[in-house]
């Protein structure tokens, strides 16, 4: 079922080559509502928590440690069908295999280092949003 709302990090990469603004361009062009945004840092032990579900995954390590290594711009956005829509918006995870126009294929590097975060799913959206933002947080 289709829900309105989906959660996004700007990665550390991404914000330190300076694409905050194109991404955030890229995302309200897109016809997503910004109701809450934060810029923050994670530390290894809140990546770590974050990403919990790739603990097996061979990249986990690498991964958290990435995610902590600078800061980030964390969002929750609302649009109809926010959650297939947005990863449309973001492409593949591998900025490689990204379509044209796409924001990893603007503005990721790598499969690891791959700009910004899009939530999977409606319940990850939900969980993914309450790690980062308190009620009073959301417009
Ligand atoms: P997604 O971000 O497109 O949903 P996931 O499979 O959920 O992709 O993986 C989470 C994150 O882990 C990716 O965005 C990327 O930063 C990293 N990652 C995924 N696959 C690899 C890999 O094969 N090598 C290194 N990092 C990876
Ligand atoms: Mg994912």
């Not at 062009?29 to 990546?47: D, H, R, S, W």
């Not at 603007?106 to 790690?131: P, R």
């Amino acid at each position: 079922m289709a829900t309105n709302r989906t959660f996004t990090m700007i990665k550390p990469d991404a914000v330190a080559n300076g694409h905050i603004g194109g991404i955030l361009d890229k995302i309200i062009k897109g016809g997503f509502k910004i109701v809450a945004m934060k810029y923050t840092q994670l530390t290894p032990e809140t990546a770590g928590k974050f990403y919990e579900v790739h603990k097996e995954r061979p990249f986990y390590n690498d991964l958290v440690s990435f995610m902590s290594s600078g800061p980030i711009v964390a969002a929750i956005l609302e649009k109809d069908n926010a959650i297939e829509d947005f990863r449309k918006l973001i492409g593949a995870t591998d900025p490689a295999k990204a379509e044209a126009g796409t924001i990893r294929n603007l503005f990721a590097k790598s499969i690891d280092a791959n700009a910004i975060h899009g939530s999977d799913s409606d319940e990850n959206a939900a969980i993914e949003g309450d790690f980062f933002f308190s009620a009073a947080e959301r417009f």
